[in-house]
């Protein structure tokens, strides 16, 4: 079906930052036809199926949210409050009584406040991803996937000894190769498949030389978190004999089809190794606020690295991910200009796309791209007079603003509600969900969070 928006504010974020005042938007298919001004794009496409009045809205390519977990929303009011706790003393432990079937309606969950966010893409890496891929192929979001995966003990982690199982290694690159093999190119191309080893920690050598050699045979991108607390340098040359990016970097988990994830725990030579690997960085910059470091973003900017931005866990409205990156850069280099809206827009979009390698797919608004788009009705309350749409956007717009969702030319959400699921139906399941993990959590751990030891 081809749909044409017209008399918008169009933000394309094509190379030069090009907005059409009034713009118009013509879909066809799958992907973008025409852009432009309003008048001349009308003009050429007549009989359009469906024509959108988008006076007083705003047009912009759909984000690309490059780290998430989407089944960690579980954590949501519990995990904020514990530090660098949380890993050892929440996620692992979870991870030993969380179900499939919970993960699944808690994930649901997180996907569909995703999208209404304005997330049109989501890079997700999980446990038991595979329990997730039929409702993104049913939600209609576009999604790399993989299985988090990592061979050493968590219940031994949470004592802070790194045990390695060779036979968990086995048993996970078999499942995290198997959900590749099945789901790779599925949902009409929306669904991705991705390799994901959790951490340089909880990941022996022989895992991540698995992982970099299943990448290379199955054509897969990855992921890992890197640069996360001083606990991880230390523990990592414990355990390694090296730091946590020289481990990753002599293991072949750094490269130009890896993202690593915060690296906000990060020395200049650090830095000089993500540089000349050509790996992008997913930037968190919530999670890394939250946990009182921020990630040297523009040091990374200058030299040349790619930087995207992800909401991690637990936060549903990816509006806060933009605010929260330009708030941090100008609190890390103390200049109150050091990451401008324009700046921010772009790793929210274009950043995004390049480090999935479709960034001549997504991320903008150019003719021959995929139709993934959203439009925010600027007619609302905190968000006039607009005297720059993209400042309006970075710091004042929120996830309620998003009237409409595109993926692929198919509209996903239509006057803020999601058109192919029960929103209050997954709200209900989720939280069903969530309440039997936690009962069997603190039935097994004696409490909200397990105890830590350092034997």
Same mark, same amino acid.
């Given at each position: 079906?081809?749909?044409?928006? &017209?008399?918008?504010?169009?933000?394309?974020?094509?190379?030069?930052?090009?907005? $059409?005042?009034?713009?118009?938007?013509?879909? =066809?298919?799958?992907?973008?036809?025409?852009?432009?001004?309003?008048? %001349?794009?009308?003009?050429?496409?007549?009989?359009?199926?469906?024509?959108?009045?988008?006076?007083? &809205?705003?047009?912009?390519?759909?984000?690309?949210?490059?780290?998430?977990?989407?089944?960690?929303?579980?954590?949501?009011?519990?995990?904020? /409050?514990?530090?660098?706790?949380?890993?050892?003393?929440?996620?692992?432990?979870?991870?030993?009584?969380?179900?499939?079937?919970?993960?699944?309606?808690?994930?649901?969950?997180?996907?569909?406040?995703?999208?209404?966010?304005?997330?049109?893409?989501?890079?997700?890496? =999980?446990?038991?991803?595979?329990?997730?891929?039929?409702?993104?192929?049913?939600?209609?979001?576009?999604?790399?996937?993989? *299985?988090?995966?990592?061979?050493?003990?968590?219940?031994?982690?949470?004592?802070?000894?790194?045990?390695?199982?060779?036979?968990?290694? %086995?048993?996970?690159?078999?499942?995290?190769?198997?959900?590749?093999?099945?789901?790779?190119?599925?949902?009409?191309?929306?669904?991705?498949?991705?390799?994901?080893?959790?951490?340089?920690?909880?990941?022996?050598? *022989?895992?991540?030389?698995?992982?970099?050699?299943?990448?290379?045979?199955?054509?897969?991108?990855?992921?890992?978190?890197?640069?996360?607390?001083?606990?991880?340098?230390?523990?990592?040359?414990?355990?390694?004999?090296?730091?946590?990016?020289?481990?990753?970097?002599?293991?072949?988990?750094?490269?130009?089809?890896?993202?690593?994830?915060?690296?906000?725990?990060?020395?200049?030579?650090?830095?000089?190794?993500?540089?000349?690997?050509?790996?992008?960085?997913?930037?968190?910059?919530?999670?890394?606020?939250?946990?009182?470091?921020?990630?040297?973003?523009? =040091?990374?900017?200058?030299?040349?690295?790619?930087?995207?931005?992800?909401?991690?866990?637990?936060?549903?409205?990816?509006? /806060?991910?933009?605010?929260?990156?330009?708030?941090?850069?100008?609190?890390?280099?103390?200049?109150?200009?050091?990451?401008?809206?324009?700046?921010?827009?772009?790793?929210?979009?274009?950043?995004?796309?390049?480090?999935?390698?479709?960034?001549? *797919?997504?991320?903008?608004?150019?003719?021959?791209?995929?139709?993934?788009?959203?439009?925010?009705?600027?007619?609302?309350?905190?968000?006039?007079?607009?005297?720059?749409?993209?400042?309006?956007?970075?710091? $004042?717009?929120? %996830?309620?603003?998003?009237?409409?969702?595109?993926?692929?030319?198919?509209?996903?959400?239509?006057?803020?509600?999601?058109?192919?699921?029960?929103?209050?139906?997954?709200? /209900?399941?989720?939280?069903?969900?969530?309440?039997?993990?936690? %009962?069997?959590?603190? &039935?097994?751990?004696?409490?909200?969070?397990?105890?830590?030891?350092?034997?």
């Amino acid at each position: 079906m081809s749909v044409l928006i &017209k008399d918008a504010t169009v933000l394309t974020v094509d190379g030069s930052g090009t907005i $059409h005042n009034p713009g118009a938007v013509f879909v =066809e298919g799958k992907r973008i036809a025409d852009v432009g001004p309003s008048d %001349a794009v009308a003009a050429r496409h007549p009989n359009a199926a469906r024509v959108i009045d988008g006076r007083g &809205k705003i047009v912009a390519p759909g984000f690309v949210n490059i780290h998430s977990h989407v089944g960690y929303t579980i954590f949501r009011g519990r995990s904020e /409050d514990a530090g660098f706790a949380a890993p050892a003393a929440l996620y692992f432990p979870m991870s030993t009584v969380m179900t499939r079937d919970d993960r699944a309606a808690i994930g649901a969950l997180t996907y569909v406040e995703l999208l209404s966010s304005g997330c049109t893409t989501v890079m997700e890496l =999980e446990e038991d991803v595979e329990a997730l891929a039929p409702f993104v192929e049913k939600l209609g979001i576009r999604s790399a996937m993989g *299985e988090m995966i990592g061979d050493a003990d968590p219940d031994e982690m949470i004592k802070g000894r790194f045990v390695y199982d060779a036979k968990a290694n %086995a048993e996970q690159m078999r499942r995290a190769t198997g959900f590749a093999e099945r789901w790779h190119g599925k949902a009409d191309g929306r669904i991705t498949a991705i390799l994901a080893p959790n951490m340089t920690i909880s990941s022996s050598r *022989e895992q991540f030389h698995q992982v970099r050699a299943a990448a290379d045979r199955l054509g897969l991108r990855l992921t890992v978190h890197l640069g996360w607390s001083e606990f991880e340098v230390e523990a990592a040359k414990r355990v390694h004999g090296t730091g946590p990016f020289e481990f990753a970097r002599d293991n072949g988990l750094l490269g130009p089809d890896v993202v690593a994830t915060h690296c906000y725990v990060v020395s200049e030579g650090d830095i000089d190794i993500l540089a000349r690997s050509g790996a992008h960085i997913a930037h968190c910059p919530l999670m890394n606020a939250f946990r009182g470091l921020i990630a040297p973003v523009n =040091e990374f900017r200058k030299r040349g690295i790619n930087v995207a931005l992800g909401i991690d866990n637990m936060f549903g409205d990816y509006f /806060d991910v933009i605010r929260a990156a330009i708030m941090c850069a100008r609190i890390k280099t103390r200049d109150p200009v050091a990451l401008l809206s324009t700046d921010a827009l772009d790793m929210a979009t274009m950043g995004g796309a390049r480090a999935m390698g479709m960034e001549n *797919e997504i991320g903008s608004l150019e003719i021959g791209k995929r139709a993934d788009l959203i439009m925010l009705d600027y007619r609302a309350l905190g968000l006039q007079p607009v005297l720059d749409p993209v400042q309006n956007l970075a710091y $004042h717009a929120h %996830a309620h603003d998003v009237e409409l969702v595109m993926v692929d030319g198919k509209i996903r959400v239509e006057d803020h509600e999601v058109v192919s699921v029960d929103r209050l139906g997954v709200i /209900d399941a989720a939280t069903r969900a969530s309440d039997l993990a936690w %009962a069997r959590f603190e &039935k097994k751990y004696g409490g909200p969070m397990a105890k830590l030891s350092s034997s």
